[in-house]
């Protein structure tokens, strides 16, 4: 047995498996023979042979980001829909008998099993995920792994980067597991956890959850091969993914608020959660910059100009930083909040400092470094050039001018030796700039299931839905005309203005004198429209490009956002007027707004409501697999608070 492997799993070769083929025995802590789960022993009773009996869909396997035993990135979905799966969660170090090592044993029993019937062992695959990621890095995992996964049987040993990622795993499959600690409040290194294994079908559907009392390979392996018969696994239709927490699989990780998609009826739920659970680990952001995600080209910079860690970490600061503001109370992130998709998921339009009205919905800052111009018209075409406006914006950040920002970070007393380690100098107009633009250049997302079935070959990385989703994107709903996907690589985006007509409605439109006006979910109340005016400054009008450009021609005209990540990012539009990808396909399928402007490549679709619900789980599957680890280091940053 290799050196170093733990005493959970030397507890499970030397005593549960003995237990198991009835050579040995042991005690627990008091001398007495523990009670042993049935699967450890033979059963007393006759399972129902396969084929007699179905297994209801009990919803969609969740995803998430792991780490394989050679510390490769892999998501959990690209472990599943080619094979059955059974899937585990364990801590090496557990030496509960009837724990961890319980499952670990039936797990093998199973892949003796499976030796004698070659073309079923084929089909499965065994995942046996960690939740103590501190010590049970990939390292561990291959020594735990070293003495079971043996032979051409498919069983890999996982972990996770870090807690973040794996808490949301754990949460998405209800696995509650908590740290013990001693009576100085020191941890134990042992968990409190209930013990499940989930049986997962080529759907990613899960078919069975077993606990301690039902984990048996008996009644295990009767169940796959149930599954595995075609007539048997395709009595019941697919169950819509929302049924297991799949729909908030893309949602932000702690957000600390919510999308708006529900708000209209009695019954939505607030999915808020507070800022003070934050957690979080920096991690080396340069690589994101440096080698973009899978689905990404090459990353535009300037060689005279280079990309360091010391400007990225530096940048990071003044991002989080509310002292960037005229009167400190104001950061980057309070619009731009990481959790919500560097956007804000509750906010129609921005609300700057001391509430003050934005016109426009912050748009992401996913993947910002490759658009070519920025804001929603445009009018900037660098980074470095576009922080400075928000800082100067009277309803953003409310600075009276760029020298009062650099006298303030020269004052501050924290920020001299960083800027002079990563420019040589102190702050100024070009190097400030320049660092908040070096952090937004790494915040780069892709590798998404689109990426990893369009760039990498892997057909089960996204389901049959998203490919008809992508036909349909490609094809007759005309999606790709404007947001743009090449051979090596994709954007989604022409960089290009159109005129939806949303901008036309928003302007020309009269309100009526009596407003419906929402007062909490699924609550309304008309008011006359004359309170509303005198309580309310005059809406200033929004006329796109046109503002940039003074060519009529421009009028309403609007950048085209890039989709990735777009799952994350709601509510849409440049005014933040559709709460949800449905609604947006919706408008679309209708033909926008029609008037003298509007886009000639917008007209009506004739989409049904299969080929609208493929479209949005195709829009789903472009969420990057790195979005938990670009969270997790944003919230590892201090934020900067008023003195």
Same mark, same amino acid.
């Given at each position: ?32 023979? =523990?009670?042993?789960? =049935? ?83 084929? $089909? ?10 501190? *010590? ?33 795993? +754990? ?44 984990? *048996?390979?008996?009644? +295990? ?53 507070? +800022? ?10 340069? $690589? ?47 619009? *731009? ?103 937004? $250049? ?132 440049h005014d933040g007027s559709l709460v949800s990808l449905e609604g947006v396909i919706e408008f679309y399928d209708r033909g926008g707004i029609e008037h003298e402007n509007l886009d000639p490549l917008i007209r009506p679709l ?38």
């Amino acid at each position: 047995m290799p050196a170093g492997i733990n005493a959970g799993i030397m507890r499970f070769v030397v005593y549960g498996l003995a237990v198991f083929i009835g050579v040995g025995s042991g005690s627990d802590a008091n001398g007495a023979d =523990p009670v042993l789960a =049935p699967g450890y022993r033979p059963l007393a009773f006759s399972v129902p042979s396969p084929g007699s009996y179905s297994l209801s869909r009990l919803g969609a396997a969740a995803n998430g980001e792991v780490l394989d035993s050679d510390g490769r990135n892999l998501a959990l979905h690209d472990l599943m829909g080619d094979k059955l799966v059974l899937l585990s969660f364990i801590y090496s170090t557990c030496t509960e008998v009837n724990g961890c090592p319980l499952a670990t044993a039936v797990l093998h029993q199973i892949k003796g099993r499976l030796a004698k019937d070659a073309e079923m062992a084929k $089909r499965v695959r065994l995942l046996t995920l960690s939740f103590n990621p501190s *010590h049970d890095t990939p390292a561990v995992m291959k020594r735990y792994g070293g003495e079971l996964a043996t032979g051409e049987f498919d069983w890999r040993f996982l972990t996770t980067a870090s807690e973040i990622e794996l808490n949301r795993i +754990l949460g998405a499959y209800g696995q509650s597991v908590v740290k013990e600690y001693d009576e100085r409040g020191r941890s134990t290194g042992t968990f409190a956890h209930v013990l499940r294994v989930f049986l997962i079908d080529l759907d990613r559907q899960i078919r069975n959850i077993y606990s301690v009392s039902f984990l *048996h390979a008996e009644i +295990l392996i009767n169940d796959m091969k149930t599954l595995l018969d075609s007539a048997s696994a395709s009595v019941e239709p697919t169950a819509p993914a929302a049924d297991f927490s799949e729909k908030h699989e893309v949602l932000p990780w702690y957000p600390t608020g919510d999308h708006k998609a529900d708000y209209d009826t009695i019954e939505y739920r607030t999915n808020s959660v507070a +800022l003070s659970n934050r957690l979080g680990q920096p991690t080396d952001l340069i $690589r994101y910059a440096d080698s973009p995600p899978r689905g990404l080209p090459a990353l535009a910079l300037d060689p005279d100009v280079p990309i360091t860690r010391k400007k990225i970490e530096l940048g990071r600061k003044l991002f989080f930083d509310r002292r960037l503001s005229g009167n400190n109370t104001f950061s980057c992130a309070m619009c *731009h909040i990481p959790e919500q998709g560097f956007t804000n998921n509750e906010m129609a339009t921005a609300v700057g400092i001391e509430g003050r009205t934005v016109r426009r919905n912050a748009p992401t800052l996913y993947n910002v470094g490759y658009a070519r111009v920025l804001f929603h018209d445009g009018r900037e075409s660098t980074l470095e050039q576009q922080v400075w406006g928000p800082m100067l914006a009277a309803n953003e950040m409310a600075n009276p001018s760029i020298g009062f920002v650099i006298d303030k970070l020269n004052a501050a007393g924290d920020y001299t030796e960083l800027f002079n380690a990563a420019y040589g100098k102190e702050p100024d107009m070009i190097n400030i700039g320049n660092a908040i633009a070096s952090y937004q $250049r790494t915040l780069n997302s892709a590798n998404s299931p689109f990426d990893r079935w369009k760039y990498a070959g892997i057909q089960a990385a996204i389901d049959e839905s998203a490919k008809r989703g992508f036909q349909l994107f490609t094809g007759k709903a005309r999606c790709a005309s404007c947001h743009r996907i090449e051979k090596d690589y994709a954007l989604f985006s022409d960089d290009q203005f159109h005129d939806t007509g949303i901008g036309f409605r928003q302007t020309m439109h009269r309100a009526p004198k009596n407003l419906r006006v929402q007062v909490a979910p699924g609550m309304f109340l008309n008011v006359d429209e004359a309170v509303i005016a005198a309580v309310r400054a005059p809406e200033p009008n929004d006329l796109g490009r046109y503002e940039i450009t003074g060519l009529p021609e421009d009028r309403w005209k609007y950048k085209t956002p890039s989709l990735r990540n777009i799952a994350l990012t709601a509510p849409y539009m440049h005014d933040g007027s559709l709460v949800s990808l449905e609604g947006v396909i919706e408008f679309y399928d209708r033909g926008g707004i029609e008037h003298e402007n509007l886009d000639p490549l917008i007209r009506p679709l004739s989409l049904t409501r299969n080929e609208i619900n493929d479209l949005v789980v195709f829009l789903e599957s472009l969420t990057g697999d790195n979005v938990a680890i670009l969270l997790s280091d944003a919230f590892a940053q201090e934020v900067g608070v008023a003195e």
